[in-house]
């Protein structure tokens, strides 16, 4: 019992810690977007074109790049929190067993544990 709500509470930490990783671009962006009002004030209205002026190609691949960057980062952090937490699960799931009438969520190692693990899972007859 004891076991169970360490791993509760281990759990509920890492997701804020994860919500948190995150979320820490968003709030970042946010306070580099916000302008003094004094620059807001001083800004002189130029009149509307009919048109919109070009985006230039390097604006543009500098955008895309910074996105792309944004995910492979992302991913790193995702896989790294991911990989802490099956070695942090794996200390306390040692012992336990599989309940009876429930399939085991191990990753078969063979073509035949493959098809047998499928065959368990979907009830096939």
Known sequence: ?????????????????????????????????????????????????PYKQPVSKRKIAKKFLLAMGGVAASSCIIFLLLTLYNKVRESF?????????????????DLQGAVRAFLDKTDWK
Not at 93 to 109: Q, R, Y
């Open 1 to 49: 019992m004891k076991e169970q709500m360490r791993l509760r509470m281990k759990n509920r930490i890492l997701a804020i810690m994860i919500l948190t990783m995150l979320s820490l671009p968003v709030q970042v962006q946010a306070v580099d977007d916000v302008e003094p009002v004094d620059a807001m004030q001083e800004e002189v209205v130029t009149p509307i074109t």
């Open 93 to 109: 799931v040692d012992g336990a067993k599989t309940p009876e009438g429930e399939v085991s969520l191990e990753t078969p190692d």
